[in-house]
């Protein structure tokens, strides 16, 4: 059940277009960060991260500093997730051991499906359900970070006033979210949307929106303020970003896989 069907590696990539699997897709951060984007949100990750995308589900891979990683897929694991989800190695690192493993074997065996990978399948599998038993967030984090994922593409969302409805004080919340998430409510949400932001200027496939349909997205009412915040953030305006993600996805073609 826990097969493995495929194991690669990226070596230092930049970015990965837009693509999905027929099967589940494993992939560990070795190196570096990034950001997978999905159709609604984005799970940035960093060394030492593994995230989980269920079939057909489509999804980008894009980073400014480079990444590294090991990506496996099986077509039937025996996991409950539902939805693409990140999960963080402990300290020993012993779920990395397990990719590695499983890439040398799959390389070895050149593609060939042995017992031998079914287990290392099934060691992953096993690493990853005793991490979902253990909530990432205490509940109201869970609760304020669900909350700006729901509304990030909302202008609207008046993220200070929903914190002051919540039966905590304003002060405490900003303190547990910031020591849970690493960042303060405000922050995070400013980071999703430009993290969204790049994901769109980055995918090549929605070159026909403009700068000001993106920003509308992304949750800014002013496509101006938008341009100027994401150059403070990434060193180039949105249009040059977006060029410069094109041409890297050119040269980086031949590190692109679908399976099918």
Not at 4 to 14: R, S, V
Not at 21 to 50: K, M, Q
Not at 118 to 126: D, E, K, N, S
Request: charged letters at 20%.
């Amino acid at each position: 059940m826990d097969q493995i069907i495929y194991a690669g590696k990226h070596l230092l990539t930049y970015s990965v277009a837009k693509h999905f699997h027929a099967s589940w897709e494993f992939i560990y951060c070795t190196g570096g960060n990034g950001r997978l984007g999905f159709d609604s949100f984005v799970l940035p990750y960093t060394d030492g991260d593994i995230v989980i995308i269920p079939p057909y589900v489509s999804h980008i891979n894009t980073s400014e500093e480079g990444f590294t990683n090991i990506h496996l897929n099986m077509p039937d694991p025996n996991f409950t997730v539902k939805k693409p989800m990140l999960f963080h190695d402990d300290e020993n690192r012993m779920i990395r051991a397990a990719f590695t493993g499983s890439f040398l074997q799959f390389s070895a065996e050149r593609g060939r499906q042995t017992p031998l990978l079914a287990a290392y399948g099934h060691l992953i599998v096993c690493h990853l359900s005793k991490l979902l038993e253990t909530p990432v967030y205490s509940e109201i984090v869970e609760e304020i970070v669900s909350a700006i994922l729901n509304n990030y593409p909302n202008s609207d969302f008046a993220l200070n006033e929903y914190l002051r409805g919540l039966p905590f004080s304003y002060d405490y919340i900003r303190k547990l979210f910031k020591k849970e998430v690493g960042v303060t409510p405000h922050r995070y949400l400013n980071e999703l949307r430009m993290q969204v932001a790049a994901q769109y200027l980055a995918n090549s496939r929605l070159g026909s929106r403009n700068v000001a349909e993106i920003s509308r997205l992304c949750g800014f009412h002013e496509p101006l303020y938008f341009s100027r915040m994401f150059k403070k953030k990434y060193g180039v305006s949105p249009s040059a970003y977006s060029d410069a993600a094109e041409n890297q996805e050119t040269l980086d073609s031949e590190n692109i896989k679908i399976m099918l």
